[in-house]
C-alpha cells in the first residue's frame, strides 16, 4: 500500500485549501484513511477520518471535510478559515478495515503512511 499526500502550500489566514491522499494498493471501500499533522516540537495529532464505510470523525467538524473518490482511489482534506496554528506538516495514513472510534484518533492504528505535505497559514 503506498500514499501520497499533496495539495500543501502557504495560504494567508482566513484561506482555504484542499490536500489530496492518492492511495494505491488497496480498496477505499477496505480501508480507513485519517489524516494527521504534526507541527515542529509537537506529536502528531488527529484531524479526522475516513472509515472504510464512509463514515468521518473529525476534531474540528465544520472547519475540515474529508470526502473520497472510490473510482480515483484519492481521499480530500477540504480546509476552510484556515489559522496561523493550523500551519504543520499534514499525513495521511491508511488503516485495514473500518477503524473503532476509540483507535482513529491514534497514529499507531494506522498500517501506511504518506510523505506529508506541508500547510503555512501565514500573512
Known amino acids: 500500500v503506498q500514499l501520497q499526500a499533496s495539495g500543501g502550500g502557504l495560504v494567508q489566514p482566513g484561506g482555504s485549501l484542499r490536500l489530496s491522499c492518492a492511495v494505491s494498493g488497496r480498496s477505499l471501500s477496505s480501508t480507513t484513511i485519517g489524516w494527521f499533522r504534526q507541527a515542529p516540537g509537537k506529536e502528531r495529532e488527529f484531524v479526522g477520518a475516513i472509515r472504510s464505510d464512509g463514515s468521518t470523525s473529525y476534531t474540528e467538524k465544520g472547519r475540515f471535510s474529508i470526502s473520497r473518490d472510490n473510482g480515483k482511489s484519492t481521499v480530500a482534506l477540504q480546509m476552510n478559515s484556515l489559522k496561523p496554528e493550523d500551519s504543520a506538516i499534514y499525513y495521511c495514513?491508511?488503516?485495514?478495515?473500518?477503524?473503532?472510534?476509540?483507535?482513529?484518533?491514534?497514529?499507531?492504528?494506522?498500517?501506511?503512511w504518506g510523505q506529508g505535505t506541508q500547510v503555512t497559514v501565514s500573512s
Open positions: 495514513g491508511a488503516a485495514v478495515g473500518r477503524l473503532i472510534t476509540s483507535r482513529l484518533r491514534t497514529p499507531e492504528s494506522y498500517d501506511y
